[in-house]
């Protein structure tokens, strides 16, 4: 790998009016990601990580002890960088870092929790923006305002899959210099890839459009998209985020009708927006059925919104179930009437 640039050397081939600073604030993440993945490989050897920390986050989930030790390893890293202020899953309220700084950044500092004790894949997600005047107001930017996004993935390999606007970049960690190179530049998401990801014991809360499009896959050669799909779940967004830019498919965290889960699981500011980006500069499409991602105006830090992202076609496809009241409605004696959702 030693012909593979390294991130630093990476970084130092940006340009632009803000590059200084925004690589500066990639090297302050991806130095508390290397601690962090130090942390992850460890495991229970050097602490308790999924016990109970005993606190609630913003969206009501039950903190985790690594959520809380993610979440105060990467404050303290980012207080050294050009960062006005940090908005994090696990904090109600952004905190200011060098009010007069030109960047925030908002993140969720360990993507995965449910998977911390089973030792699947966890992660890092965050997004880049610039600071406004209003401090807070800076978080409630469309994610189009993005100036870099990414994330970590703490799994077999360490990965930092990163986007500054350029196209989508791997970087793996190589421990044995303690340094993150480059290993896939400029990805493209693969079209044509027959596998969906979806919780589908979630199945009799789904409206009709998203019943109708798995329904249409379970089918497979026998129903009326005429192939045979695979599911995937991993239910750590950074593992399922990773294999759709590798190897292609479709992600969908729908809205459901459970009462908490009316706008979907995933959070606008700091999931759905870097994931959104790093999936366009790819070359992919996200939305939330029916809108781009990166459009969509947030109206609060940690609100919630549908997720559906993966290769622009079946993104697309996605719309079409969602704005065709036809493909709604469910039952065989339909499938004729399903021509245009075929292939
Ligand atoms: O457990 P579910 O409902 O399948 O949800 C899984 C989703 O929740 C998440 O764990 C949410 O993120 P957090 O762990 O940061 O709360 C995603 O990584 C994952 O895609
Ligand atoms: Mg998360
Ligand atoms: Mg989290």
């Keep these: 790998m030693s012909e593979h640039l390294t991130l630093g050397e990476y970084l130092a081939t940006q340009s632009g009016p803000q590059a200084r600073v925004v690589t500066a604030t990639v090297q302050a993440i991806a130095e508390a990601a290397q601690e962090l993945a130090e942390r992850v490989s460890l495991g229970v050897l050097a602490g308790a990580m999924g016990d109970m920390h005993g606190g609630r986050n913003s969206d009501g989930d039950a903190q985790k002890q690594l959520d809380v030790e993610a979440h105060e390893l990467f404050l303290r890293r980012l207080r050294g960088a050009p960062v006005a202020a940090i908005a994090s899953e696990e904090s109600d309220h952004p905190e200011v870092l060098q009010p007069d700084a030109p960047l925030v950044v908002a993140i969720d500092p360990l993507d995965g ?172 499409a996200a939305s939330d059925g029916v809108r781009r991602i990166l459009d969509i105006e947030p109206e609060q830090l940690h609100q919630r919104i549908p997720l559906v992202f993966g290769s622009a076609d079946k993104v697309e496809r996605v719309r079409r179930y969602h704005l065709d009241p036809i493909q709604s409605t469910q039952g065989w004696p339909l499938f004729a009437r399903r021509g245009l959702l075929r292939g």
Excluded at 142 to 147: E, F, K, P, V
Excluded at 208 to 237: E, H, K
């Design 113 to 284: 929790s449910s998977n911390i004790d089973t030792n699947v894949s966890i992660g890092t997600i965050f997004s880049i923006l610039p600071a406004l005047e209003d401090l807070p107001q800076s978080f409630l930017q469309a994610g189009n305002q993005q100036l870099g996004a990414g994330f970590v993935v703490y799994g077999p390999q360490t990965a930092l899959v990163l986007s500054l606007l350029q196209g989508t970049s791997v970087f793996v960690l190589d421990r044995r210099r303690n340094v993150f190179v480059l290993s896939h530049a400029k990805l493209e998401l693969p079209a044509g890839t027959r596998e969906y990801a979806i919780n589908a014991s979630n199945y009799r809360h789904w409206n009709a459009p998203v019943r109708a499009f798995v329904d249409d896959c379970l089918q497979g050669t026998d129903g009326p998209r005429g192939r045979d799909f695979n599911m995937r779940w991993i239910a750590s967004l950074v593992a399922d985020t990773y294999r759709i830019l590798m190897r292609g498919g479709v992600f969908l965290y729908p809205a459901d009708r459970r009462p908490s889960y009316r706008h979907g699981r995933l959070r606008l500011v700091y999931e759905a927006n870097p994931v959104a980006l790093l999936v366009e500069q790819a070359g992919g």
